[in-house]
């Protein structure tokens, strides 16, 4: 009897130790897309917006200002620099690749395991206090593939729409430029949020230190992960959607109660040597 719990105690010690490292491995990878596979500017892609690698690396967290200077990218205020965003078009597509596959992970907030970051933004009723009458919002196509080759599209939702990027969790307004806690572009707003009609702070405690972005669920296509995301607008669509970034979302830590179970286990096991 003793022995059969020991064991269980080393399996489930085990378990914690492999997931560890699966999250230590993950940890060692970029959490950002790393390669253009391709890219062809649509019909009415917005002239200086056809760089592609702009969409690489991190989301923007500041822009220019007008008429200058800089200001902070908030959900009413967004990247519109030519080296921030990638514009797509009618008839248009681009495809990014990671350089590890992004999981339909269990332990991921809300279900989401993708985001993709555009330059929506809220427009502002009450300018320039900040209060989101709606959302400005140029819908690009989602599609994801393991391989580059076979796709499957993502029908929930579409990129450069809900969830505006906000560059920092305390711009002190929605045109700011003094932000310095950068907000996390790993976490996922929580999608069933009543967005609209809310002030600036009250969307701030509603982001809770997410940079925003627009949340993909992979397990609606029946993948168990994926590593390329195609960004494509049909043709005949009268608007440009721009992009900026597309991101893995991190995972939610294992439990204390679970490490705090794990020692106290193994405490057990020390003590029961002794009496041995």
Request: hydrophobic letters at 40%; charged letters at 15%; glycine letters at 12%.
């Amino acid at each position: 009897m003793v022995h059969k719990k020991i064991i269980t105690i080393i399996s489930i010690l085990g378990f914690v130790s492999f997931t560890t490292f699966v999250w230590a491995v993950g940890a060692m990878a970029s959490p950002y897309a790393t390669q253009v596979i391709a890219y062809q500017a649509g019909s009415n892609a917005a002239s200086g917006y056809t760089d592609p690698s702009t969409a690489l690396g991190e989301p923007s967290r500041v822009t220019a200002g007008w008429p200058s200077g800089e200001t902070d990218v908030t959900m009413f205020n967004a990247a519109w620099n030519t080296d921030q965003v990638v514009s797509i078009g009618a008839g248009g597509y681009l495809i990014l690749g990671f350089d590890h596959p992004v999981y339909d992970d269990p332990y991921n907030p809300y279900g989401i395991d993708l985001l993709v970051f555009g330059n929506a933004f809220f427009t502002d009723s009450n300018y320039p206090n900040g209060v989101a009458g709606g959302i400005w919002a140029e819908p690009a196509k989602i599609s994801v593939s393991q391989d580059g080759s076979t796709w499957y599209d993502i029908s929930s939702v579409t990129a450069d729409n809900l969830f505006p990027t906000q560059g920092y969790t305390n711009t002190s307004g929605p045109y700011g430029n003094d932000g310095t806690n950068p907000s996390n572009f790993l976490k996922p707003v929580d999608p069933n949020i009543d967005w609209q009609g809310k002030s600036y702070s009250e969307l701030l405690a509603l982001y809770d230190g997410s940079g925003g972005g627009t949340g993909v669920d992979i397990s609606e296509t029946g993948l168990e992960w994926i590593q390329y995301v195609k960004l494509w607008q049909p043709e005949g669509d009268s608007w440009s959607a721009e992009i900026d970034a597309v991101a893995d979302v991190a995972p939610v830590p294992i439990p204390a109660a679970l490490w705090l179970l794990g020692s106290g286990l193994l405490g057990l096991i020390g003590i029961r040597r002794k009496r041995l």
